[in-house]
């Protein structure tokens, strides 16, 4: 069982990734965009983070970034979530530190086995 | 002025009225929609935890393949937020006013809108709006350019 952050600005999207990584036996905490995830990484140690990319006050992007600093979340698998589906916004996910990248809409059982494949 | 400058200005000022309120509405309808899709998906946790079997139980397969339908069905209200805040931020261009009022949906000017638009507002301005919606394009359309990846595609770095 691992702990994982999920941020995201909508509320059904929040629930539903929680819905489909609690069910998969996980302890999820979900925040509601970048401001909020570094506040929570800040107080607790998650063990991998999913994040949406278009959010208010901080968007996923620069929540990458911003965790990367952080010596504690420097290894740590930071998952993005998005309906944003270029090339180039997965190129600037990848070079903020992004280890991967997931176009919603998500398949649940699809989901858990990237978190799984992510924290072996 | 000539007649035909005067009648082009007002008909730009009718669309950018036309405009805001459908932004103003469109804002509205959004919020609205938020309260109720966080409902279903709390009733869904709900369900799924008190019916879940135990593991090996006749059902629990079953359970668990209904709770990821619904999880995936559920998404497409995100799907449509995102499509309708897209429309909404070409409206607002189209707009008199940049809809910083709307903040609290501001009341007084949604009342100065409809009094606009009662005044003003004819049959042909609907299709004069439409008209200028669909040249602005770009409407719904994320992931359409080139190197886009497949909705539901992953990819680990």
Same mark, same amino acid.
């Given at each position: 069982?691992?702990?994982?952050?999920?941020?995201?600005?909508?509320?059904?999207?929040?629930?539903?990734?929680?819905?489909?990584?609690?069910?998969?036996?996980?302890?999820?905490?979900?925040?509601?965009?970048?401001?909020?995830?570094?506040?929570?990484?800040?107080?607790?140690?998650?063990?991998?983070?999913?994040?949406?990319?278009?959010?208010?006050?901080?968007?996923?992007?620069?929540?990458?970034?911003?965790?990367?600093?952080?010596?504690?979340?420097?290894?740590?698998?930071?998952?993005?979530?998005?309906?944003?589906?270029?090339?180039?916004?997965?190129?600037?996910?990848?070079?903020?530190?992004?280890?991967?990248?997931?176009?919603?809409?998500?398949?649940?059982?699809?989901?858990?086995?990237?978190?799984?494949?992510?924290?072996? | 002025?000539?007649?035909?400058?005067?009648?082009?200005?007002?008909?730009?000022?009718?669309?950018?009225?036309?405009?805001?309120?459908?932004?103003?509405?469109?804002?509205?309808?959004?919020?609205?929609?938020?309260?109720?899709?966080?409902?279903?998906?709390?009733?869904?946790?709900?369900?799924?935890?008190?019916?879940?079997?135990?593991?090996?139980?006749?059902? @629990?397969?079953?359970?668990? !393949?209904?709770?990821?339908?619904?999880?995936? =069905?559920? +998404?497409? *209200? #995100?799907? &449509?937020?995102?499509?309708?805040?897209?429309?909404?931020?070409?409206?607002?261009?189209?707009?008199?006013?940049?809809?910083?009022?709307?903040?609290?949906?501001?009341?007084? @000017?949604?009342?100065?809108? !409809?009094?606009?638009?009662?005044?003003?507002? =004819?049959? +042909?301005? *609907? #299709?004069? &709006?439409?008209?200028?919606?669909?040249?602005?394009?770009?409407?719904?359309?994320?992931?359409?350019?080139?190197?886009?990846?497949?909705?539901?595609?992953?990819?680990?770095?």
């Amino acid at each position: 069982m691992a702990r994982i952050l999920a941020v995201d600005d909508s509320p059904s999207m929040r629930q539903l990734v929680k819905l489909a990584l609690s069910s998969g036996g996980h302890e999820v905490d979900v925040a509601t965009d970048g401001v909020e995830a570094l506040q929570f990484a800040d107080k607790q140690q998650f063990d991998v983070v999913i994040t949406d990319v278009n959010m208010p006050n901080m968007d996923g992007i620069a929540l990458v970034k911003e965790l990367r600093r952080r010596t504690n979340y420097r290894f740590v698998p930071l998952l993005m979530l998005t309906t944003e589906s270029t090339a180039e916004r997965k190129q600037q996910g990848k070079e903020a530190g992004a280890t991967g990248w997931l176009v919603k809409p998500f398949d649940p059982d699809r989901l858990l086995s990237i978190v799984t494949k992510v924290l072996a | 002025m000539s007649a035909s400058a005067a009648e082009v200005h007002c008909r730009c000022a009718i669309l950018g009225v036309s405009a805001e309120a459908a932004a103003i509405l469109l804002a509205f309808a959004m919020r609205e929609s938020e309260a109720p899709a966080a409902a279903l998906g709390s009733a869904l946790e709900r369900l799924e935890q008190g019916l879940r079997p135990p593991a090996g139980a006749p059902g @629990r397969e079953l359970l668990s !393949l209904d709770v990821a339908a619904c999880v995936r =069905a559920l +998404q497409f *209200h #995100d799907r &449509l937020m995102q499509q309708l805040a897209v429309i909404r931020a070409l409206l607002t261009r189209l707009a008199d006013h940049p809809l910083p009022q709307m903040a609290g949906f501001g009341a007084l @000017r949604w009342e100065e809108l !409809l009094a606009a638009l009662r005044e003003r507002l =004819a049959a +042909q301005t *609907h #299709d004069d &709006l439409i008209e200028l919606l669909v040249r602005t394009g770009g409407v719904g359309a994320p992931g359409g350019a080139g190197g886009a990846a497949a909705e539901g595609s992953s990819e680990l770095f």
